[in-house]
């Protein structure tokens, strides 16, 4: 169950995807609460844009979900719900340059920063998920734009940041974890 | 080590805590790089204000380490090391009410959102850091302000929101992990 309250004060509850608020009556989203699962929101309708990871709890403003971004659209128009599995099968390989060449790594834990960790670089160049759902950062200490990627979406395969989102300009991930 | 790029092109590097970027003839941080170990940043001089953590990596603007904030202030002015435990041993009491009483779940474990599991509301209390260091957030997903609590700071004591930060203005804390 997920609850949004606009600014209007309208109160919604969704349990599944929803493709375009506005088609719902909702206007825009300025706060929210997820009261089971997690989801992922987009800026823009039809699951595109900006990907902000949602999980349970609140979140009484924009702020709270986006992270920090250079342009604060304040924009939430759709969203759905993430198959998660357990934190202890997922697995991410990382490549250091598209189509899955240079160095590789294999993840299955959490990195709140990947060069403390050796990578040699602020990027990535292209990400297999094994198995799980992962959320990937610009920054270190899961900061700067959202990237979420499933092994079931894609094949599991990200062969360039084109794959990551439609908001991916860059190969800067920072850091990364699973969800 | 610890390099930053200001806007007016001057790059300095640090290998100890600066009280007070200004005494160094900086006059603000648009940018910077943590080489090795990690840091917080804080708004104000002498390490007061909004926390920052920073973990080795690049942060080429502001919002790379500040997280997401209603009050986009654009200081950084003094940071220091941090001493990190290993963290299978990293260990933190979160109780229901201030100084130290209701519910109580002691912690060795990252998490993203602690309503997610089970925590009764987006509140903490007080909290005693028994091993290491944690960075505690507002909103789930490790976003919203960030509150820095060491075990050799206060005697790992944090009895009310007032003892984790002097931009602490609520006891919202809905994620946490080591650091």
């Known amino acids: ?28 989203i300025r706060s929210l609460k997820v009261e089971s699962g997690t989801w992922v929101g987009y800026e823009h309708s039809s699951f595109c844009g900006q990907q902000f990871i949602l999980e349970k709890g609140n979140y009484p403003c924009w702020e709270a979900w986006s992270g920090s971004h ?4 304040e924009r939430l128009t759709s969203f759905r719900p993430l198959c998660c599995a357990d934190h202890k099968e997922s697995k991410i390989a ?4 598209e189509n899955f060449t240079g160095r590789q ?19 990535i160049g ?7 759902a992962w ?3 610009q920054y270190p200490g899961y900061r700067g734009h959202q990237y979420i990627l499933e092994c079931d979406r894609h094949g599991g395969n990200y062969k360039h940041y084109r794959d990551w989102g439609s908001h991916a300009q ?10």
Request: glycine share 6%.
């Open 1 to 28: 169950v997920f609850c949004l309250c606009p600014v209007c004060g309208k109160r919604m509850e969704f349990s599944s995807s929803c493709q375009n608020i506005m088609e719902c009556g909702l206007d825009n």
């Open 70 to 73: 250079a342009y604060h659209v």
């Open 94 to 97: 990382v490549c250091e340059k």
């Open 105 to 123: 790594w294999e993840i299955s834990d959490d990195y709140p920063s990947l060069p403390a960790m050796g990578w040699p670089s602020s990027e």
């Open 126 to 132: 292209s990400m297999k998920v094994q198995s799980g």
């Open 135 to 137: 959320v990937c950062y």
């Open 170 to 179: 860059t190969f800067q991930v920072q850091s990364l974890r699973r969800v």
